[in-house]
């Protein structure tokens, strides 16, 4: 490798497209000193030059100083000084750039991962980059780990200024395993609050998965077959059947208790169901009520399935306010959008805010069953606490009309799906979602609602 300084015509020089810096900021102020004071500071290139991705044997090829690079040819210089080093590769040259731009603190963590997985995919190691750069291995891992995301998607979603995305919550993906499925929460979410839940959301998916691969791992290994697909639709009355909830662990001896020779299974939403064959009876009359009985089973099995379904929302949405009142998430202005929404709240139910009702959430307990000096001591939490927190105790207790999203003949009701979507609005505010069950619910499109064959025929 060699190098020497010479003056070279400004236009035979080229960007260098892979420089880890892609914005070179305001150059007005070093435009002016270079008009006044010309170029004081040399540039350092190489020979040839890319274009449309073809190599090119004459002009030069940037290395060092694109933005005295920038503003020369804005203050209108014909000739800058420059150095020319000869016989560097790629490697090298990214390998150079790097660890210039890592010295400027104007340049932003996704210029630097960018940078980081450039010359890791020429052959550097995380340790190289920890020895070149002077950044912690796990910072390195981090940026690395930013570099996996969507660069469109991320550079759209940090231009976004009313979006307030920082590197935290970029930390915050990393809790997910697939990388799609970051890019997926990144893309779903309208402001930063949205994606600390949606994260939440989809760990809790992945982990479901991961039970439901290790739950058809030991029926397998038990020779256990899943059900076809018309007995999963039509198997009450039919069949005996026990369900496990995938939220929760299960162990192999537990699942293996609830197998016989004859059984089958099948998932449903978050559920894997175990059935197998009704005992036949000789008795022809008992048959018959057995039939006549399917739908009433039917309905009380999905009436089950659902109150799981509400159970789980209702307490995700409790570890929601008990994180935004200890201050765990991005608080949201008490501004006039969010009293508003409020106020169109009280035309279904007026919202008490009482300290006893406080403590009775707070605690998830009857009041006179809560000690003394535990109550004293939410008294003094709920006292400190901002008016906006306050109201969210009554907003999230009215939530359990979550419950009665279906009638006693578990038909979908329409006004009392209004009023939840009243208090879910609220809460988006500071980043809540439903899952694709909780939102099938919410809207009357879930399968577990019985069919209203009066509409039905309107519709026909």
Not at 47 to 55: I, V
Not at 190 to 208: C, F, G, P, Q, Y
Not at 225 to 250: C, M, S
Request: with cysteine; glycine share 4%; net charge negative.
């Amino acid at each position: 490798m060699n190098d020497k300084l010479v003056m070279i015509d400004i236009s035979e020089i080229y960007p260098n497209k892979d420089n880890p810096r892609k914005d070179i900021g305001d150059i007005k102020e070093l435009t002016k000193s270079i008009k006044k004071n010309g170029l004081m500071q040399n540039l350092t290139v190489v020979p040839g030059h890319w274009e449309n991705e073809l190599a090119y044997t004459n002009g030069y090829t940037l290395l060092i100083g694109h933005r005295r690079y920038a503003a020369a040819k804005a203050a209108g210089l014909t000739e800058v000084p420059c150095r020319i080093i000869s016989g560097m590769d790629k490697k090298e040259q990214v390998s150079t750039m790097l660890e210039e731009n890592m010295q400027r603190a104007d340049l932003t963590a996704f210029e630097q991962a960018e940078g980081f997985q450039m010359v890791m995919d020429l052959g550097y190691t995380e340790k190289d980059l920890v020895t070149k750069t002077g950044f912690s291995e796990t910072t390195i891992k981090r940026r690395l780990n930013i570099a996996k995301l969507d660069k469109e998607l991320l550079k759209e979603k940090n231009e976004d200024e009313a979006f307030q995305l920082s590197l935290t919550d970029l930390y915050k993906l990393e809790q997910i395993k697939s990388i799609d499925k970051r890019n997926e929460v990144l893309s779903k979410a309208k402001t930063a609050n949205d994606i600390d839940w949606l994260v939440r959301s989809t760990v809790d998916e992945e982990k479901r998965e991961n039970r439901y691969e290790a739950f058809k791992v030991v029926l397998k290994e038990a020779g256990i077959e899943e059900a076809p697909e018309d007995i999963q639709r039509n198997y009450w009355g039919k069949y005996d059947y026990v369900t496990f909830y995938l939220n929760e662990e299960h162990t192999k001896d537990e699942v293996l208790a609830k197998v016989t020779d004859d059984s089958m299974y099948f998932r449903s939403y978050n559920h894997v169901y175990i059935i197998k064959p009704k005992e036949k009876t000789e008795d022809e009359d008992i048959d018959a009520m057995i039939d006549e009985d399917e739908d009433y089973e039917r309905i009380t099995a999905n009436f089950g399935l659902m109150k799981q379904i509400v159970e789980s929302c209702l307490t995700r949405l409790r570890r929601l306010v008990e994180e935004i009142i200890d201050g765990h998430i991005n608080d949201v202005k008490p501004d006039k959008e969010l009293y508003e929404k409020i106020l169109g709240l009280s035309i279904y139910f007026p919202l008490e805010i009482s300290e006893q009702r406080m403590i009775t959430y707070f605690a998830d307990n009857y009041y006179y069953n809560i000690e003394e000096e535990q109550r004293e001591n939410f008294r003094q939490k709920i006292r400190t606490m901002p008016i906006h927190h306050r109201i969210l105790f009554p907003l999230a207790s009215k939530a359990d009309i979550f419950y009665d999203i279906a009638d006693y003949n578990n038909h979908y009701d329409d006004k009392c799906a209004t009023k939840l979507k009243g208090i879910f609005d609220i809460f988006s505010l500071w980043g809540w979602q439903l899952t694709e069950e909780e939102e099938k619910l919410l809207d009357g499109t879930s399968e577990l609602f019985e069919k209203d064959e009066e509409k039905n025929e309107e519709e026909k």
